[in-house]
């Protein structure tokens, strides 16, 4: 370990890993925009990320020297000593493109990872920062690529064609050439899977399970927060008891007990349970956020003559918009995305939900492609919802963690 902290052992070590990192993530990028082979070579890797962060530290990060440094790199790319292999089909300017990435986000990155590394021994807070913008910049790129990459692969799957999935169904490169052709799925989805109608049940659902959600959870939320009344600890602590029990455990008595009543395979039956699986978390986020309000200000409206239910509505509500955005936003999440609970009690197609409409698709004989579609329809009205109101999710989740 103290032998690490010399800055001729560590920053041609960080060097080495971190051409690793970025060598794996070129290729995989590369690979899925052009459908091309491209490899990374790991030991190449370690080798020439270890040159190039010596050579940073030597030459004291001086902007000529990192130039050629990476131009170096780019040669031994082409000549097929570098960090990325290609195949026999690989193209000359693909390569080139893959290499000006390599070298240009190495000598940037590592320049910052390798800041203020004297050569002799490093102090321990040196050596700790160093690491850190590591696995920092590592951090980025690996949560980026789990989250990217699937969502890119389901989307350029989705405007593939089937005889082109069928030649080879890892290459996701797309011919933009074809225009409108490329939403050929999507087209397909509308017309001839019913999808308005499964877009239109899941909002419909979604809404009316926020709506319920929030009529029952907010009196409950503040009767937990400001009301003394015997069992108030024990509510409030067990309030997310439910969440302890799987809710496939709950599966079969919940379609048996449907079925006798005569609620499975209607929307009623379907907003009845809903809001038994978002109320709970309504009650525990709401709860926070009223304590966290000042008592005064509600005390004061009683004393004008108010109701309490007076006072809940024209201050304590108006107080916990942002608390309340957050929480209608999360429980509209939970209703859209739902699953278990839509597919086991919906049969009948002109009642499914956007979740049960793509398990139907999930067939050999439908094309992989409109599955694909499906998902991304399903996706981006609620990552759009997301982002749009993201702001107002947050301030909702923190605005309470301070009283007063």
């Known amino acids: 370990m103290k032998m690490l902290r010399f800055g001729y052992v560590t920053a041609p070590l960080l060097g080495a890993l971190w051409m690793v990192v970025l060598s794996v993530t070129i290729a995989i990028a590369m690979s899925f925009a052009t459908g091309e082979a491209i490899r990374p070579s790991m030991l190449l890797s370690l080798f020439w990320g270890a040159v190039v962060g010596g050579l940073l530290l030597v030459l004291r990060q001086r902007t000529i020297w990192i130039g050629a440094a990476s131009g170096l790199v780019l040669i031994a790319l082409i000549v097929g000593f570098g960090p990325l292999q290609i195949g026999p089909d690989t193209s000359l300017s693909t390569l080139l493109v893959a290499g000006i990435l390599l070298v240009a986000s190495n000598a ?4 910052k990872i390798c800041a203020g590394l004297p050569q002799a021994a490093l102090t321990r807070h040196e050596f700790e920062e160093a690491v850190i913008r590591f696995l920092t910049g590592f951090g980025y790129i690996f949560f980026t690529a789990i989250v990217l990459i699937p969502f890119y692969v389901m989307v350029m ?3 593939k064609n089937q005889s082109e999935l069928m030649q080879n169904p890892l290459d996701f490169a797309i011919d933009f050439s074809k225009g409108a052709e490329l939403f050929r799925s999507y087209n397909e989805l509308f017309t001839q899977f019913n999808f308005g109608t499964y877009l239109f049940n899941s909002f419909f659902i979604s809404v009316l399970t926020v ?3 929030l009529a029952f959870a907010i009196p409950g939320a503040y009767a937990a927060a400001r009301l003394r009344f015997r069992g108030q600890a024990a509510f409030s602590r067990s309030i ?19 079925s006798m009543t005569g609620l499975r395979n209607s929307f009623w039956g379907i907003v009845m349970i809903y809001p038994v699986t978002t109320i709970p978390v309504a009650l525990y986020m709401l709860q926070g956020y009223f304590r966290g309000l000042p008592a005064e200000v509600e005390e004061a409206g009683l004393m004008d003559g108010l109701s309490r239910l007076a006072v809940i509505w024209k201050i304590t509500l108006p107080l916990s918009l942002p608390a309340l955005a957050s929480v209608s936003l999360y429980v509209f999440m939970i209703a859209w995305n739902e699953f278990l609970l839509a597919f086991m009690l919906l049969d009948d197609p002109s009642k499914f939900t956007l979740t049960r409409g793509i398990a139907s698709l999930n067939s050999s004989e439908i094309p992989r492609q409109h599955l694909m579609a499906g998902a991304v329809v399903a996706t981006v009205p609620i990552m759009a919802l997301f982002l749009g109101l993201e702001r107002f999710m947050t301030k909702g989740l923190t605005a309470g963690s301070v009283k007063g």
Do not use: D, Q
């Open 157 to 159: 799957t989705s405007l």
């Open 108 to 111: 940037w990155s590592l320049r």
């Open 211 to 213: 709506s319920i959600t």
């Open 240 to 258: 997310l008891l439910i969440y302890m029990v799987p809710m496939i455990v709950l599966a079969l008595p919940i379609y048996i007990a449907f």
